[in-house]
C-alpha cells in the first residue's frame, strides 16, 4: 500500500540554526501539505502546495519558513532560523487528484527539536 | 470563526461500550467533515468522512452524525476495542480550500478490556 514516508524522524537542532524536513509524497499525488503539532495539542495547518506553487499558507507560515518540490519526488520544508517554539511534530501529507483532494494521507511525522 | 471545537479532551470506556465526541464549528463554509485517528508516534489517519448533504454515515463500528442547523457533528465507535484506543480528531475542510484541514483538539479515547 502506497504511503508517505518523511526524514529525519527525529532532529535536534540548534536555536537559529537551518533545517530541512524532507517528505517524499505518495507517487501520483498532486497535493502537498504541512502540518504540525506542539506536543499535546492539535494538528495545525501550516502549507498547502499545488502545481508548484503555495497555494494557501497559515501565519505560521512566515519568511522562516519555506516549500520546495527539488525533484518531482521530495517534497521539502525548510526553517531558515530556528526557534524553540518551532519544537514540533512536522507531519507531511497528500491528495490525490481534485476529485479525491479529500483524502489526505499523512506520514510518520518528524519530530523536530530546538534547544 | 474558523476553529472547530471538540470534547471530551479525554474518554475513558469498558470495552463492548459506546464512544461519542463531539465536534462544533463556526464557519458555516466548511463542507467536508473527516475524522482523523492517530496512534502513538504515527501520523494522523483518515478514519471516516462526512459532507453536509447527509445527516450520518456509517463504515462498520463507525458512525458520523451531522446535525448542520446547530453545526455539530460527532463520532460514534459502537462496540468499543482496546485496539480502538487512540486520540481522535474531528476537522473541517472549506470548498474553497486546496485542501487546508482545520483541526479540533483531540480526544484521548482509552477502552479498558
Known amino acids: 500500500e502506497p504511503e508517505v514516508t518523511q526524514t529525519p524522524s527525529h532532529q535536534v537542532t540548534q536555536m537559529g540554526q537551518e533545517v530541512i524536513l524532507r517528505c517524499v509524497p505518495i507517487s501520483n499525488h498532486l497535493y502537498f501539505y504541512w502540518y504540525r503539532q506542539i506536543l499535546g495539542q492539535k494538528v495545525e495547518f501550516l502549507v498547502s502546495f499545488y502545481n508548484n506553487e503555495i497555494s494557501e499558507k497559515s501565519e505560521i507560515f512566515d519568511d522562516q519558513f519555506s516549500v520546495e518540490r527539488p525533484d518531482g519526488s521530495n517534497f521539502t520544508l525548510k526553517i531558515r532560523s530556528t526557534k524553540l517554539e518551532d519544537s514540533a511534530m512536522y507531519f507531511c501529507?497528500?491528495?490525490?487528484?481534485?476529485?479525491?483532494?479529500?483524502?489526505?494521507?499523512f506520514g510518520p511525522g518528524t519530530r523536530l527539536t530546538v534547544l | 470563526q474558523q476553529q472547530v471545537k471538540q470534547s471530551p479532551q479525554s474518554l475513558i470506556v469498558q470495552k463492548g461500550g459506546i464512544s461519542i465526541i463531539n465536534c462544533a464549528y463556526e464557519?458555516?463554509?466548511?463542507?467536508?467533515f473527516p475524522w482523523y485517528q492517530q496512534f502513538p508516534g504515527k501520523g494522523p489517519a483518515l478514519l471516516i468522512a462526512?459532507?453536509?448533504?447527509?445527516s450520518e454515515k456509517k463504515e462498520g463500528r463507525f458512525t458520523i452524525s451531522f446535525n448542520k442547523s446547530a453545526k455539530q457533528f460527532s463520532l460514534h465507535i459502537m462496540d468499543s476495542q482496546p485496539g480502538d484506543s487512540a486520540t481522535y480528531f474531528c476537522?473541517?475542510?472549506?470548498?474553497?480550500?486546496?485542501?487546508?484541514?482545520?483541526f479540533g483538539q483531540g480526544t484521548i479515547l482509552t477502552v479498558h478490556p
Open positions: 462526512i459532507r453536509p448533504d447527509v
Open positions: 501529507a497528500s491528495s490525490g487528484h481534485r476529485e479525491s483532494i479529500d483524502e489526505q494521507f
Open positions: 464557519n458555516t463554509a466548511f463542507d467536508y
Open positions: 476537522a473541517a475542510r472549506k470548498s474553497t480550500s486546496y485542501g487546508k484541514l482545520t
